[in-house]
């Protein structure tokens, strides 16, 4: 592995877990050039803004290095949240069919990528995702009910322009062709239309955003657990999306419009022509192993080394219970300002689940909803602010914990059921959290990872 890498991008250069992910030390590009000698230069998968970097790759010489997040990355997504999985590859990336990828030179070998104990690690960890339904980002949690027993077919969208689309041998025709080919293929069947992410907060639009509800169509808005909604499913038909391989781990048939980096070896369905450099035939156990044991790079999120993917995987679970525990939204009572900006990132994984309020009395204004936690600095609360938390309505009802030591927090909010905590029949007073210790929350609820200085 190079020893120094040059970066030219100023967002790559701000991911914190970068110089662990690959074992090697960051040289930024700055006005006047890269100030040391460089083993290669990195830049972002195939985007177009990765043309200086090649082009000064090239002409001085150096490897390129294309990366990419993994493909279990992260709890959420954005800067809040940097990766603990990464792809290196040193001849393309994984979603561009147009050239070789080291992933699928590694796949289209005599190389068995099963070989030693991966196999079992392999299944293991197969095994793990789908039991606790853990993909790429994982704070969506919301589970699937079909509302019929018709058979059900899920048909994947994606933003329009995504790379893994332009590169994966596809096109806005492809969109159309799997929606007719799926209602052709299942007359009787619902077909349940998954949109973006993007799409659904309108930053981006997605090649099937003109379709409209029908009797037999379904667009799903909801942030659902993918692992949920392929297990409702019977079939599902993707272009690229890797949601298509996340299906293939779950035993489903999946039908394929594009050149994913998943489809060619007799695992899935292809509506493409044959490809020619993907002759060998592999199991999706096999697809798995090569692309999250052999191709992908993980972080250990405790030592800040390189890791496992077994050790991302008992991070994940370690946030996504924390965020169980902890109120679904915060609202902090008498906070100076300087206060507040630096417990806004400590108080909940999402800025926008906090809120300030000056005293008690502004919280009147405040609609509390089940899951709601009030905070406060120091030993005693506020005057007035027990009286104003057990103004909650019995259909807005909490878990009631006036706390003496946050330690206790996560036990404390954790002590009452769901179905306890919504469902009360008497008016509860919302929960109460003092804070002159509220640091002690730092690393149950925080997801950014900060590295030794």
């Not at 960890?125 to 039991?131: D, V």
Request: hydrophobic share 40%; aromatic share 8%.
């Amino acid at each position: 592995m190079p020893q120094r890498i040059g970066i030219f991008s100023r967002g790559i250069q701000r991911i914190p877990t970068l110089e662990s992910l690959l074992d090697a030390e960051i040289i930024p590009h700055t006005w006047r050039g890269f100030r040391q000698p460089l083993d290669a230069i990195a830049g972002w998968g195939a985007k177009p803004n990765t043309a200086r970097a090649r082009d000064y790759a090239a002409r001085h010489r150096l490897p390129y290095l294309a990366l990419e997040d993994g493909f279990i990355r992260s709890h959420g997504t954005g800067d809040r949240f940097p990766p603990l999985a990464l792809v290196v590859d040193d001849e393309g990336i994984y979603y561009d069919s147009t050239r070789p990828s080291a992933l699928e030179t590694l796949l289209a070998s005599n190389t068995d990528v099963l070989a030693d104990d991966i196999g079992e690690q392999a299944a293991r960890a197969q095994a793990l995702l789908l039991q606790h339904r853990l993909s790429k980002y994982n704070q969506a949690q919301t589970d699937f009910a079909p509302e019929t027993a018709a058979p059900r077919i899920l048909i994947v969208d994606q933003t329009f322009g995504d790379m893994s689309v332009q590169l994966g041998g596809a096109t806005a025709d492809s969109f159309a062709a799997m929606v007719a080919a799926a209602r052709a293929e299942h007359p009787h069947a619902t077909l349940y239309i998954k949109t973006h992410p993007e799409v659904r907060s309108g930053r981006k639009r997605g090649y099937l955003s003109q379709l409209q509800e029908d009797a037999r169509t379904r667009l799903l808005r909801e942030p659902y657990n993918p692992h949920a909604l392929i297990a409702a499913m019977d079939q599902v038909y993707v272009v690229s999306s890797t949601l298509g391989f996340e299906a293939l781990l779950a035993g489903k048939p999946v039908t394929v419009f594009g050149q994913p980096w998943y489809a060619g070896w007799g695992a899935t369905d292809d509506r493409q022509p044959a490809f020619p450099r993907r002759s060998r035939q592999r199991s999706v156990l096999e697809l798995f192993a090569a692309a999250y044991l052999h191709y992908s790079r993980y972080l250990n999120p405790f030592s800040h080394q390189r890791g496992s993917l077994f050790e991302v995987i008992d991070w994940l679970l370690l946030q996504r219970e924390g965020v169980a525990r902890l109120p679904k939204r915060v609202i902090a009572v008498g906070m100076r300002r300087w206060k507040a900006a630096h417990l806004k990132p400590i108080l909940a994984m999402a800025p926008e689940a906090v809120c300030f309020v000056r005293d008690p009395r502004a919280l009147a204004k405040q609609a509390f909803q089940p899951g709601d936690g009030l905070v406060h600095w120091g030993r005693d609360a506020p005057a007035g602010l027990n009286e104003r938390s057990s103004l909650a309505s019995p259909a807005n009802a909490a878990n009631a914990a006036c706390l003496t030591d946050p330690a206790n927090l996560i036990d404390s909010i954790d002590s009452a059921s769901p179905a306890e905590r919504t469902d009360a029949t008497e008016p509860q007073p919302v929960p109460v959290y003092q804070g002159n210790r509220i640091n002690i929350l730092a690393d149950t609820v925080r997801q950014g990872i900060p590295l030794p200085r």
